[in-house]
């Protein structure tokens, strides 16, 4: 699902300001899979669960991600904010 919508976005998310490093990684993950979990988030970067949950609230407060539905939802990547 994520292919070339994910590498296009990609470019984007590096391109934006806003966000620490870390949180760019995430939101690459996110832009790949937005189904995917924390815990498989955590894997991929190699931090827990807890590091995670922290950068996606502060990239939610920033406005680049919305949560679509609950623990069976999606995320949703919101990157007007440029």
């Known amino acids: ?4 919508k994910g590498g296009a ?3 984007v998310i590096d391109a934006t300001e ?3 490093k870390r949180q ?3 939101l690459k993950l996110i832009a790949a899979n ?3 979990t924390y815990n498989e988030i955590a894997e991929a970067l190699g931090i827990n669960e807890s590091a995670v949950g922290k950068h996606i ?3 939610k ?3 680049f991600l919305t949560r679509q539905g609950d623990t069976r939802g999606y995320w949703e990547i ?3 904010k440029n």
């Open 24 to 26: 760019k990684e995430v």
């Open 78 to 80: 919101n990157l007007d």
């Open 9 to 11: 976005i990609g470019g």
């Open 18 to 20: 806003a966000l620490t």
């Open 1 to 4: 699902m994520g292919g070339q």
């Open 57 to 59: 609230a502060a990239i």
């Open 34 to 36: 937005p189904s995917i």
């Open 61 to 63: 407060n920033k406005g």
